[in-house]
Structures are given as structure tokens and as C-alpha cells.
């Protein structure tokens, strides 16, 4: 069965410092894909990485990075110099062959000035 | 519009009624997606679509909910009967193709029931 553990509930933060998001999973496929997504007050989900189980390469995406570590099963996201309009839930999750995700329960980021 | 769009965005219903929540998917996207998501939880799957054809709706909680995208476009999700426990924001969402792609979602419509 699949399953996403985001064991932070709520992280706060001042402007400027560094924060990283945990991502656990569970899956018994060997082919499978991860995801994060970012929840404004807004409420829509907006896109934010997928990567698939062979490629652990990390990425980095200006002040974002994300860190594949498939020996772990954790897919952890580090904000860099974070920014009050940082401030949402942010969602991990995963999707195996079949196309519906399975997400976590989220992490409220709040970045105070 | 360019993305995903859902209305009503905010329904109130009265415990018993049936409501209809409506699906506008971005233009050409084959995939169409219903989640559930609970207050203070991460969305759940609810159903899903490919073209017209319903693939999987595994995830409907029972047999009051309904789900249909007649011509392969605009999707509606119905739920007869409302129940308490239904309140919660009910997000859509599409992809251009089948397979693990990334899903555009809309801005929810939020349904409280009385």
C-alpha cells in the first residue's frame, strides 16, 4: 500500500533562515513518482517538482532543493533564504503506475518578518 | 481562462439535499481528477477520468457520490443525500495525458453541509 508521512506539522521560521520539509514514503512498486506541492491561503495546489524512482539525482531550483534518497524513502525540500510569501501548506506525494496521488497530511510553513 | 476552473466555489447544503459540483478542466487535457480534502488533511483521491471514460473510482466514499464527464470535458461531481461528514473542499484536477504526469488542480469549491 502506498503512504506519505510528513511528520512536521507546522515549522515557523524567520525571514531570511533556511527550512526543510520531511518527506517519508512507503511503496511497493519499484516504479513510482514523487511529488510536492505548495497550498497557498488561496487554496489552490500549485505544482512544484515531480521526479521519478530512478532518477535520485537532487535538483535545485533557485531557492528550492529537494533531496531523493531512495535508501531512506524520504524526498525532503529545503527552502533557502526563505521569504514570508513562503508562507502555505506544502503537500508530498507519491503516485504509482495508476495516476492518482497519494498525499501526505501537509506541512504549514510560516515565515514571520 | 488558463487553468483549472470549479464552481460553485462555495456551497452551503442543508443535511439531506443533493448538490452538483462543477469541473472545467484546462483546454486538451485528457485526465480529470476528484480529490476530497478534509480540514487540516492532504486532499484524497476520490475518481478518475480519462477522456469520457470513468477508470477508476475506487476512492468514492459511498454510493451517493457520483462522478461523470459526459464528452470528455466538463466534469461534475453529485453527491445525493449530504451528510455531515461530506463538508470538506473537493478539488479537481487535470492532466494533459495519462500516466504519472503533473495534475493542474482548480481552486476547490468548499462544501459545507448544515
Known amino acids: 500500500a502506498q503512504k506519505v508521512t510528513q511528520a512536521q506539522t507546522e515549522i515557523s521560521v524567520v525571514e531570511k533562515e533556511d527550512v526543510t520539509l520531511d518527506c517519508v514514503y512507503e511503496?511497493?512498486?519499484?516504479?513510482?513518482?514523487l511529488f510536492w506541492y505548495k497550498q497557498p491561503p488561496s487554496g489552490e495546489l500549485v505544482f512544484l517538482i515531480r521526479r521519478n524512482s530512478f532518477d535520485e539525482q537532487n535538483e535545485i531550483s533557485g531557492r528550492y532543493s529537494w533531496n531523493f534518497q531512495k535508501s531512506t524513502s524520504s524526498f525532503n525540500f529545503t527552502i533557502t533564504a526563505s521569504q514570508v510569501v513562503d508562507s502555505a501548506v506544502y503537500f508530498c506525494?507519491?503516485?504509482?503506475?495508476?495516476?492518482?496521488?497519494?498525499f501526505g497530511a501537509g506541512t504549514i510553513l510560516r515565515v514571520k518578518s | 481562462g488558463a487553468g483549472v476552473s470549479q464552481s460553485p466555489r462555495y456551497k452551503v447544503a442543508k443535511r439531506g439535499q443533493d448538490v452538483a459540483l462543477r469541473c472545467d478542466p484546462i483546454s486538451g487535457h485528457v485526465s480529470l481528477f476528484w480529490y476530497q480534502q478534509a480540514l487540516g488533511q492532504g486532499p484524497e483521491f476520490l475518481t478518475y477520468?480519462?477522456?469520457?471514460?470513468?477508470?477508476?473510482k475506487s476512492g468514492l466514499p459511498s454510493d451517493r457520490f457520483f462522478a461523470e464527464r459526459p464528452e470528455g470535458s466538463v466534469s461534475t461531481l453529485k453527491i445525493q443525500r449530504t451528510q455531515q461528514e461530506d463538508s470538506a473542499v473537493y478539488l479537481c484536477?487535470?492532466?494533459?495525458?495519462?500516466?504519472?504526469?503533473?495534475?493542474?488542480f482548480g481552486p476547490g469549491t468548499r462544501l459545507t453541509v448544515l
Open positions: 506525494a507519491l503516485s504509482e503506475r495508476v495516476n492518482k496521488l497519494v
Open positions: 477520468f480519462q477522456n469520457e471514460a470513468q477508470l477508476d
Open positions: 484536477a487535470s492532466s494533459l495525458a495519462s500516466g504519472s504526469v503533473e495534475q493542474f
Open positions: 511503496t511497493r512498486d519499484t516504479t513510482y513518482y
